[in-house]
């Protein structure tokens, strides 16, 4: 069973600074998710990579297959993106049975 | 606008209750996932289904039960056999596997 780590659990960042999210995780994987949840509960996918980068507004999220390593970064940060973060990956075998999930990054941005 | 509907927002279940949670989907979607959330842990899936008519268990599918009767709809039962119902549901859909899930709003369930 895949081990995902995200860090840092939570983080507290100043509107305007760049921020930085990492997932790391134990086994090989079919791709990785990055989803956002508001205090509502409700759950937004971000970005879905299996290689590469890729960039979608003030959001960019790279990987790295070699080191199991993620990461997420927040251009330009606004209060708005205060949140939590989660990090999640699909098995190798395609992920059909779901996906494993960390346990989140809390993020607040102050004006 | 297509989506995830699940319903209700709150839930109180009484012990030895069973309830239901209702999930719907209008996006077309074959594969559907309920997922449990407690403080402090990430989601854990509890049952999934690729296609209707065909569910699978999950990590911690004990004390619940689904069903899978029309594409749109996957229903999920906390049964008492489940010890420790209080948490927050979410269910999600994706095309197929592999492929980027959406969420509904989810469902907190507590025990009176």
């Known amino acids: 069973k895949n081990e995902v780590e995200q860090s840092p659990q939570n983080l507290t960042a100043q509107e305007g600074e760049f921020i930085t999210i990492n997932c790391s995780y134990s086994?090989?994987?079919?791709?990785l998710h990055w989803l956002q949840q508001h205090p509502g509960g409700g759950i937004v996918s971000l970005f879905m990579?299996?290689?590469g980068k890729k960039k979608h507004g003030r959001l960019i999220a790279t990987i790295n297959i070699q080191e199991k390593h993620s990461s997420l970064h927040i251009t330009a940060s606004h209060p708005r993106d205060s949140a939590v973060y989660i990090c999640?990956?699909?098995?190798?075998?395609?992920?059909?049975?779901?996906?494993?999930f960390g346990k989140g990054t809390h993020l607040i941005i102050q004006p | 606008d297509g989506g995830i509907t699940q319903s209700p927002k709150y839930l109180f279940r009484k012990e030895g209750q069973n309830v239901t949670l209702s999930c719907e989907q209008n996006?077309?979607?074959?594969?559907m996932y309920w997922y449990r959330q407690d403080p402090g842990q990430g989601l854990r899936l509890i049952y999934y289904?690729?296609?209707?008519?065909?569910?699978q268990k999950g990590d911690i599918a004990e004390g619940y039960s689904v069903s899978r009767e029309k594409k749109e709809s996957f229903p999920l039962t906390v049964t008492s056999a489940q010890k420790n119902p209080t948490a927050f549901y979410l269910c999600?859909?994706?095309?197929?596997?592999?492929?980027?899930?959406?969420f509904g709003d989810g469902t907190r369930l507590s025990i009176l």
């Open positions: 999600a859909s994706s095309i197929g596997p592999n492929q980027p899930q959406h």
């Open positions: 086994v090989g994987i079919s791709a």
């Open positions: 990579l299996s290689s």
């Open positions: 999640a990956v699909g098995s190798p075998g395609g992920g059909a049975d779901g996906l494993t």
């Open positions: 996006l077309n979607h074959d594969a």
């Open positions: 289904s690729q296609i209707v008519n065909d569910f």
